[in-house]
Antibody, heavy 119, light 110 residues
Framework: QLLLRESGPGLVKPSETLSLTCTIS??????????WGWFRQPPGRGLQWIAN???????YYNPSLKSRVTVSVDTSKNQFSLRLTSLTAADTAVYYC???????????WGQGTLVTVSS | QSALTQPPSASGSPGQSVTISCTGT?????????VSWYQQHPGKAPRLMIF???KRPSGVPDRFSGSKSGNTAYLTVSGLQAEDEAHYYC??????????FGGGTKVTVL
C-alpha cells in the first residue's frame, strides 16, 4: 500500500524559510510516470496547488508562489521536498503531499502537517 | 490562474440527491477532461472521489457520479447518507501540468 507522510517544523517565524519533506513508502518514487505534488490549505479555507514534480523531468509551480518555492527530489531516500521562502502569516496552512496521477487524480494524500507562521 | 467557482453550500435529506457545480473557463474545465472531485471530512486529508470527469476509483460508492457540460463540471451524490456530509472540492488542469481547485462546497445532510 502506497503511503505518503509529511514532516517538518510546526512553527516558523516570519521572513524565514520553510522546509518540508514527503516520505514515500510502499512504492518507489521513480516507478512509472507519476508526478508528485505539494498542496496547502489555510485554516477554514480551500485547497491550493503549490507545485508538482516529475522525478525524471520537469517541475511546475503555481505562478502565484513560483518566486518563493523550490521542489527537490531525493531518490535515495524515496522523498521529495518543498522549500518556501520569505514566509508571512498568509503561509499558515496545513501542507499536504500527494501523488499526481495526471488525469487520474491526486491519490493518495499524506495526512497533512500544520505549519504556523508566527513570531 | 483563477480558482474554479463552486457554491459554498448544498444540502439534502437522507436518501435524496444533491448536485454540486464547478465552473471554470475554456482554459481549464472547458478544455481538459481531467476534472477530479475530492471529499474532505474535518481534520482529514482529501479523498479522491471522481477523476477524468466521471470515473470512480476503486472503493468509491456508485452513489457518486460526475459529468461535464461546457465549462462546468458537476458532482452528484445520490441516496445521501450521513457520512456524505463533508466538504467537496473540484480540480482541473489549467494547462497540461498545472492544477487549479474550486473553493469548496460544504454538503450538509439534513
Amino acid at each position: 500500500q502506497l503511503l505518503l507522510r509529511e514532516s517538518g517544523p510546526g512553527l516558523v517565524k516570519p521572513s524565514e524559510t520553510l522546509s518540508l519533506t514527503c516520505t514515500i513508502s510502499g512504492d518507489s518514487i521513480t516507478s512509472k510516470t507519476y508526478f508528485w505534488g505539494w498542496f496547502r490549505q489555510p485554516p477554514g479555507r480551500g485547497l491550493q496547488w503549490i507545485a508538482n514534480t516529475y522525478v525524471r523531468g520537469s517541475t511546475y509551480y503555481n505562478p502565484s508562489l513560483k518566486s518563493r518555492v523550490t521542489v527537490s527530489v531525493d531518490t535515495s531516500k524515496n522523498q521529495f521536498s518543498l522549500r518556501l521562502t520569505s514566509l508571512t502569516a498568509a503561509d499558515t496552512a496545513v501542507y499536504y503531499c500527494a501523488r499526481d496521477n495526471g488525469g487520474y487524480g491526486l491519490d493518495p494524500w499524506g495526512q497533512g502537517t500544520l505549519v504556523t507562521v508566527s513570531s | 490562474q483563477s480558482a474554479l467557482t463552486q457554491p459554498p453550500s448544498a444540502s439534502g435529506s437522507p436518501g435524496q440527491s444533491v448536485t454540486i457545480s464547478c465552473t471554470g473557463t475554456s482554459g481549464d474545465v472547458g478544455t481538459y477532461n481531467y476534472v477530479s472531485w475530492y471529499q474532505q471530512h474535518p481534520g482529514k486529508a482529501p479523498r479522491l472521489m471522481i477523476f477524468e470527469v466521471s470515473k470512480r476509483p476503486s472503493g468509491v460508492p456508485d452513489r457518486f457520479s460526475g459529468s461535464k457540460s461546457g465549462n462546468t463540471a458537476y458532482l452528484t451524490v445520490s441516496g445521501l447518507q450521513a457520512e456524505d456530509e463533508a466538504h467537496y472540492y473540484c480540480s482541473s488542469y489549467v494547462d497540461p501540468n498545472k492544477l487549479v481547485f474550486g473553493g469548496g462546497t460544504k454538503v450538509t445532510v439534513l
